[in-house]
């Protein structure tokens, strides 16, 4: 209650600029969703809101821009560029199952396959959205069979390891 008293004090002048200090800390999962999701509104209302959190899956729902900090300024970004700039754009192709004939496929049209499995592989693409056809018909053209295909990635906490402890 004393969290949600003081975001109500804190709105009571209509301010333009917010500055939000771990709003969901010590909050149920329901109460802290509550507090999401009235934080997402006012950003709705193109309001400029400040959130510190630890939580980066919290940042990562609600935030356009995250700065991540350890004593001073170690990187800035939309959370999608960051997450981009650990691993930059990575594609799993799910198969009914993957030989080497279909990895040499993917090869021979230029792609940097990483990691392969009896029924997936892993390949880095630049622009996944124009690339996928090709890389795609190489597949079905040594006679893949597709199962699915997802783009993976990195999360934002895998960019804070990264960048603050170098993990």
């Known amino acids: 209650m004393k969290q949600k008293l003081a975001i109500g ?13 771990e709003p969901t ?12 999701d009235f934080i997402l509104e006012l950003k709705k209302e193109r309001r400029t809101i400040f959130l510190n959190t630890h939580l980066l ?16 300024l170690v990187a800035t970004g939309s959370p999608r560029d960051l997450r981009r700039s650990l691993t930059g754009r990575k594609v799993k192709v799910q198969l009914q199952r993957v030989d080497d004939a279909i990895v ?11 990691e392969v499995t009896s029924d997936s592989f892993v390949v880095d693409l630049d622009e996944p959205e124009k690339e996928n056809p090709e890389m795609l018909s190489s597949v079905q053209g040594a006679g893949g069979k597709v199962v699915f295909v997802t783009e993976v990635g990195s999360s934002l906490e895998d960019v804070y390891l990264k960048l603050v402890k170098g993990e």
């Open 9 to 21: 004090r804190a709105l009571i002048n209509d301010p333009e600029v917010l500055f939000l200090d």
């Open 25 to 36: 800390a010590n909050l149920d999962p329901e109460a802290a969703k509550t507090v999401r």
């Open 57 to 72: 899956d919290e940042a990562e729902r609600i935030c356009d821009r995250v700065a991540i900090l350890k004593t001073r």
């Open 104 to 114: 040499s496929a993917v090869k021979s049209t230029g792609y940097e396959v990483g």
